[in-house]
């Protein structure tokens, strides 16, 4: 931790965002909002409350969605230190193009981008990735990771940083990957308080990743593995 | 399993419920939603939109809240057959008494009633668990518990079922809590599928429960813990 840290958070939120991805890390944020200062502003391209149902879904016997409201649209909200970015079913729907416009955007301004799921899919696309070290969630991998072949993907990662770029993998890693945040960026001893606040047994390693084998990446994983050191 | 499925689930939101509290559990059955047909009525005393911020919050140097809109209030929704109840700062405010209110007048029609840490103080001012052994979060285990001494209590619990009420502890205790709920009720399958698409590693265990032990309730628990054998 040197110089003051971050007070002003963003949350890009789009229709069919993942539920989890989102308030995964916001509730652990919550809880650090009550021992440092801390602003949050949600981000949408319009005020509409912003629902996790993506766009294009096939019909469905189930209506089971929920909503949020977004406070500033990417035209509006104030500068911003740590941008978050969900992933979920409606990251790779068309409309995304706007938060990704907007990522592309705000990036060179933030301190931090922490994603989750394929959030880093809307920033790889972004471009921001490239030449950087990035996860991803591992069920949409192929995908995921095919969308932006000059980012160095790491297939068996819970979380990766790199600089100033945080990414993680699948829904829930999010909640890891914010613990690891906040313990680097505010400090170890919030995160456990805030982890024991919600219960919440941390998984602590950034290279557990059991769903990496589980969806079958273990040889391709180990291939896209790389490393900062000389190689030729 | 026997019989037809629940299809109709609520929630109960308030000003001051936790996030992750509710968008835990809910993001799973979003995920369960595509496999069976769900639907989901998000009840609230008012139509408004329903922030995480609790009323009656001291000044804070933060403004970090996020808020979700209902689709029903608690005198217009259909009739449930599971009824989700957060917790959170605002389950202790004055305000969370038409919340109470809701509980005591839907229990007897649900198939099943499931609390998520102080959710359980709900339905215990509630009467609902009256006699029945439940859990809540255990680093305000004293407050909640000394609510409703007619309840049960059981303070060395991940989640506690009795009948048709699952209560689970603390916070991120409410997504292991409702994936043994969705394997006890959809089958062990779709929870397993579904906690490999959140990448969550659950635990199964009902008993495993760290956080009893880190807030001091290793004694007190032990007296607290009934069973139901006979005892004379």
Not at 75 to 98: H, N, R
Request: hydrophobic share 45%.
């Amino acid at each position: 931790m040197t110089g003051p840290v971050p007070v002003n958070f963003g949350i890009v939120v789009f229709p069919g965002f993942a539920a989890l991805d989102a308030f995964g890390p916001l509730d652990a944020l919550n809880a650090l909002s009550h021992m440092f200062p801390l602003n949050l502003y949600i981000v949408a391209a319009t005020l509409d409350p912003v629902s996790t149902k993506a766009p294009h879904t096939p019909a469905s016997r189930s209506d089971f969605a929920q909503s949020i409201n977004p406070t500033h649209t990417f035209g509006s909200v104030p500068p911003l230190e740590v941008l978050l970015v969900p992933g979920g079913l409606g990251a790779v729907a068309p409309e995304i193009q706007s938060a990704i416009d907007f990522v592309a955007k705000v990036h060179p301004s933030l301190k931090y981008l922490f994603t989750v799921c394929n959030g880093a899919g809307i920033a790889a696309r972004a471009g921001v990735l490239d030449g950087k070290r990035a996860t991803t969630n591992k069920m949409w991998w192929s995908h995921e990771t095919g969308q932006r072949p000059q980012v160095k993907w790491v297939s068996h990662a819970r979380w990766v940083v790199d600089g100033n770029i945080w990414t993680t993998s699948g829904v829930s890693a999010g909640l890891d990957g914010i613990f690891a945040f906040i313990a680097a960026v505010y400090g170890e001893e919030a995160a456990e308080k805030i982890s024991n606040i919600l219960e919440y047994e941390r998984h602590k390693d950034a290279s557990w990743d059991p769903y990496a084998e589980l969806y079958g990446l273990r040889d391709a994983g180990l291939l896209e593995v790389v490393d900062d050191g000389p190689r030729k």
